[in-house]
């Protein structure tokens, strides 16, 4: 089948809507070597539009698998400097930055944890001008994916490689509602509105806490800080660039109150996480932290996770995502974030967007922390929706108001 058609239309879709290059920006792809061909077209589309250089910053899952396991220990300690002014450079001039995320999602299976942490520890700093800004939309943003042949056996356990790449690649232009017509640029456009419109329902609740509950036994309290502020579908840098941060996205998300999480939650699907599979998650959390943290398979890459800082073991994110949704709906487990946590409401330990609070965008580090917002070196997804799950919404007047029923939204 010829597909050329399908993938240009992916390729303009990432560059006009999910970053929406200006006349003139600079424009860095994060990308794995195996898709280079993908990321040829990406920088087409986006010199078609007025780009002013692309820069590639290549990815390789064989080679990052053999530095986690050969490389001289040091080296888990540092990020070269070269490496840093690269990345904080571009974030600080505003250049567009897309990722190709695409991994075998066991490329880091039998590492030893340390080394994952220390590592992440040290590009943290190393990258915090990169990492703060990209948290606040400093500049405009997008993570996207494309099947490589590690990964798409792994969601299509039973497939020969080619038959599995082939299904793989059907699921995520279903997904991103890529259909060679054309048409995504448009179809985007609306469903950004879409999304806003329920962002906007729920603005207006003003809630203070949600309740969550289902027969996993999920029985949570998340209360809300004053000020919070729902987002979903595009959002805008700095300059005011309007720009959609994950291609696809289906969910409406804010931030928790980090010391206001109480009770007990189960994790519904898998977590794919630093090339590790973490299955049967449930959390128990007291004022905010994780008290105790609980893995089926990869307890010890889940423990490693939430221990990389203090913000580490709080929630940075709420989100709703119907289990009645386009992604959900095909019933697939991706073994890929960028999709599972599109198919289902999730919640995320770690970092908040500073979006999430009126005027967080222009706050410091200290302001965004005493309004609420967990701070954190990473922020990682995981997925709680079930087709049981209800959300009960208190707003701040004291109504009650049933958010979620049954999986899906109520309002
Ligand atoms: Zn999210
Ligand atoms: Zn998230």
């Avoid at 075998?104 to 040290?122: F, S, T, Y």
């Avoid at 962002?199 to 949600?210: A, F, G, I, P």
Wanted: charged letters at 25%; hydrophobic letters at 40%; proline letters at 4%.
């Amino acid at each position: 089948m010829d597909m050329t058609n399908q993938f240009q239309e992916y390729a303009r879709l990432l560059i006009e809507v999910g970053l929406n290059v200006q006349k003139g920006q600079d424009l860095v792809i994060a990308c794995p070597v195996e898709c280079a061909w993908f990321a040829r077209l990406c920088a087409a589309a986006a010199y078609d539009v007025g780009c002013r250089e692309v820069v590639m910053n290549w990815r390789d899952d064989a080679l990052n698998r053999m530095k986690y396991l050969r490389a001289a220990d040091e080296v888990f300690d540092a990020t070269p400097a070269w490496q840093a002014e690269f990345l904080n450079g571009y974030a600080r001039k505003g250049a567009a930055y897309l990722s190709v995320s695409a991994s075998d999602p066991e490329n880091l299976k039998g590492v030893d944890p340390d080394r994952l942490v220390r590592q992440q520890r040290a590009g943290s700093a190393a990258l915090a001008d990169f990492h703060r800004l990209q948290m606040n939309n400093g500049f405009p943003w997008c993570v996207a994916s494309i099947p490589i042949p590690s990964w798409a056996v792994k969601a299509f356990p039973g497939c020969g490689e080619a038959e599995a790449m082939e299904k793989l690649w059907g699921a995520i232009f279903e997904a991103v509602r890529v259909t060679g017509d054309g048409q995504a640029v448009s179809r985007w456009q609306e469903h950004v509105d879409t999304l806003q419109k329920r962002v906007d329902t729920l603005n207006s609740l003003n809630l203070e806490r949600l309740h969550y509950t289902n027969s996993l036994g999920t029985d949570l309290t998340i209360r809300l800080p004053e000020g919070h502020v729902w987002s979903g579908g595009d959002g805008a840098a700095a300059t005011g660039q309007r720009f959609v941060a994950n291609i696809p996205t289906e969910e409406i998300f804010t931030a928790p109150l980090r010391d206001g999480v109480d009770g007990v939650v189960y994790a519904s699907l898998p977590l794919v996480h630093d090339g590790n599979i973490i299955k049967g998650i449930r959390f128990t959390f007291r004022d905010g932290r994780i008290v105790e943290a609980q893995a089926d398979e990869g307890e010890e890459q889940l423990k490693a996770a939430i221990s990389l800082d203090e913000g580490a073991a709080r929630l940075g994110e709420v989100a709703l995502v119907p289990y009645d949704s386009p992604i959900s709906n095909q019933r697939l487990l991706y073994y890929n974030t960028l999709f599972d946590e599109n198919a289902s409401c999730h919640l995320a330990f770690g970092q908040a967007y500073a979006e999430c609070i009126r005027g967080g965008e222009k706050m410091s580090k200290e302001e965004l922390l005493s309004a609420g917002l967990n701070d954190s070196i990473t922020h990682v997804d995981f997925m709680v929706g079930t087709a049981d799950l209800s959300i009960t919404g208190y707003t701040r007047d004291g109504r009650e108001v049933p958010i979620f029923v049954n999986g899906n939204f109520a309002l």
